[in-house]
Structure formats: C-alpha cells, structure tokens
C-alpha cells in the first residue's frame, strides 16, 4: 500500500474507514461487537464481567481468523448415503501466542481447533520507552512448513508484534503464512505493521487511537 495513502487515511477523524490494504482486515462491526468493544473499556466493568465479554470477543475474532486458513474441497456420505461436496482445512496449521495477553486467546482457538499446536514468544515492553525485547521463545520444530495463527489481543505501537515477527522469520516462516488475530488495534501500529510487513495478514475487531492498555491486567486479574 503507498505510505502517501495510508498517511491521508490517519488524518480521517473516522478510523472505521481507514483503509490499509487488502492484508489489513477489520470484521464487520455488528451491535453485538460494538456492546463487546464498550464493556471491554468501560472502566467500571468487574473483572468477571471482563473475563465474559473479552472471551466472546474472541472467540469471534477467532472464528473469523480461520476464514484466513487455507481450505480445500472434500466430499462425505450422509448418514442417508447421499454425498455432500465441503470443504476442510489444509494440514499444516499452528499458532503462537505473544505472552502473556495473547495466552488470553488460546482457549477460543482450542475451542475450534482441538489439536492445533501452540508456540509461545514472551517480549518485554519498556513501559516508558516501548522498546521490546525478546525473553524466551519455543515454537514447533516444523513451524517454518505452517501456517501460524499469531495472537496478540491489543496493537499500541506494533513494537512487540515486530519483535515476534523477526523471530519467526527467523526460523524460516514466510511472512505470507502468517495471520495476526488482534482485538484492539491503534492506526499508528496498523500502519507501522503494514509497512513493516507488507504480506502480513492483519484481522481486527477495531482500529481507534486509544487501546485499551489495562486488558491483559484486568484479564488475569493483575492490575
């Protein structure tokens, strides 16, 4: 996507029309999305009723992530013997949570996906500078054959989904192969990932200049 573009876009004062590129994917925003996003920031929202509404949320980002996964055709036999022409995902699947908010994520995927293997990547954010560095990482041993379901509920600079990113393309994964499921996204880290990683797949359920910084602390009761 030409910078000149994206730039114009940030100006807008309605970031739900940013537009960023094909690889950039935000879901249809329903009422029932748009109740999810406001108890999610309410300030005053419990830390159960958190929990409730940030698990439906994802689990609808996740449903719509796997529209991302490579499917192909398969026939089956009804119990009445008839046949009936579907579809099927491509083997070769996996995902990598960005600890620890992204660990947040992974019950929604089990939840779809039973037998999906789960790396994990643990980066540590400056809180002053936003400077990310990687602590520890363990992905599957043939990660660079799959596909990767990258998870990381909120996008504030893009800083730490950088730093995943050059760890998995250090162990060989094309940048085309792997999907980001986000939740909250700001247009500075959308437009700093897209320019970064322009055959990254970006899929979120909003994009606004304020994220919620408090998710994962309130998620895992931290805060």
Do not use: W
Not at 27 to 48: A, C, F, G, P
Not at 86 to 97: A, D, I, P
Not at 117 to 127: F, T
Not at 193 to 201: H, K, M, N, Y
Request: glycine share 4%; charged share 25%.
């Amino acid at each position: 996507m030409d910078p000149d573009v994206i730039q114009d876009s940030l100006r807008k004062d309605n970031y739900e029309d940013l537009d960023l590129g094909p690889r950039f994917k935000r879901m249809q925003i329903t009422d029932n999305i748009r109740e999810l996003q406001t108890v999610l920031r309410d300030r005053s929202t419990s830390r159960s009723d958190f929990v409730f509404y940030a698990d439906r949320l994802i689990r609808l980002v996740v449903e719509d992530g796997l529209n991302q996964l490579p499917y192909r055709e398969k026939e089956v036999t009804t119990p009445t013997g008839c046949k009936y022409k579907g579809l099927m995902y491509e083997k070769g699947n996996c995902c990598v949570s960005i600890m620890r908010s992204g660990e947040a994520m992974e019950q929604a995927l089990r939840d779809c996906c039973r037998s999906i293997r789960i790396g994990k990547i643990l980066i540590y954010s400056d809180e002053d500078t936003h400077d990310a560095k990687v602590v520890y990482s363990k992905l599957p041993p043939d990660i660079a054959n799959r596909k990767v379901l990258l998870l990381y509920p909120i996008g504030s600079t893009g800083n730490t989904v950088i730093k995943a990113m050059h760890v998995l393309k250090e162990n060989k994964v094309p940048e085309k192969n792997v999907v980001l499921l986000n939740l909250f996204i700001t247009p500075q880290a959308a437009k700093t990932l897209i320019e970064t990683f322009p055959e990254l797949t970006i899929l979120t359920s909003e994009v606004h200049p304020i994220a919620p910084h408090h998710f994962g602390q309130k998620y895992f009761g931290t805060s």
